[in-house]
């Protein structure tokens, strides 16, 4: 399979308060993205911190981590092909408000610092990500339909 690529998806505390967990990773299975990683976890600031690194300069960061520390989130890695980018098309825009219906974002949210969901946006920071986040490792196994969603 070509163009195979991990990407780290995470269900942010609004989108697991609100009961969206299921739908989220519904729509990634259902499109043919192999899970090799999932978890629950009540993230500490420390984690967000090196998570949002890039971003440590905006203003609205210190209300991201706050957000983001305001209950557990969902961590998952996602295997398939273009897994990054596909991921970042199915999530929308980081303003759900510009974001198409249709995508995650699109359709279950309407504020940027209420976004429910997070998508690698690249393959180099999914490879960080990964191993900030899943410093066990992920879980190797055969996927029995890979020879129905791949030629
Ligand atoms: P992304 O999540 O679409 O990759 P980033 O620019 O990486 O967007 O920003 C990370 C997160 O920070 C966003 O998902 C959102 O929760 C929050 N954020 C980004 N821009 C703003 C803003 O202008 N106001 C409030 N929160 C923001
Ligand atoms: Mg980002």
Redo the contacts with the bound molecule.
């Keep these: 399979m070509s163009n195979t690529e991990r990407t780290y998806i995470m269900v942010?505390p609004d989108g697991v308060q609100r009961g969206l967990v299921g739908e989220i990773i519904q729509r990634f299975e259902r499109r043919g993205f192999k899970m090799i990683a999932l978890k629950m976890v009540w993230p500490t600031t420390e984690l967000l911190e090196k998570h949002?690194a890039?971003?440590k300069n905006?203003p609205?960061f210190p209300?991201?981590i706050k957000?983001m520390a305001s209950g557990p989130v969902v961590a998952i890695v996602l295997e398939g092909r273009d897994a990054v980018a596909t991921g970042r098309v199915m999530?929308g825009?980081?303003?759900p408000l510009k974001s198409a219906p249709g995508t995650i974002r699109g359709d279950l949210c309407l504020q940027?610092?209420?976004?429910i969901c997070?998508?690698s946006?690249s393959v180099q920071n999914a490879e960080k990500e990964i191993a900030l986040w899943f410093p066990e490792g992920i879980v190797k196994y055969t996927l029995a339909t890979e020879n129905w969603i791949f030629e």
Excluded: A, M, Q, S
Aim: glycine letters at 10%; aromatic letters at 16%.
């Design positions: 942010k949002y890039d971003l905006r609205f209300n991201l957000y999530l825009e980081t303003d940027v610092g209420r976004n997070h998508g946006d």
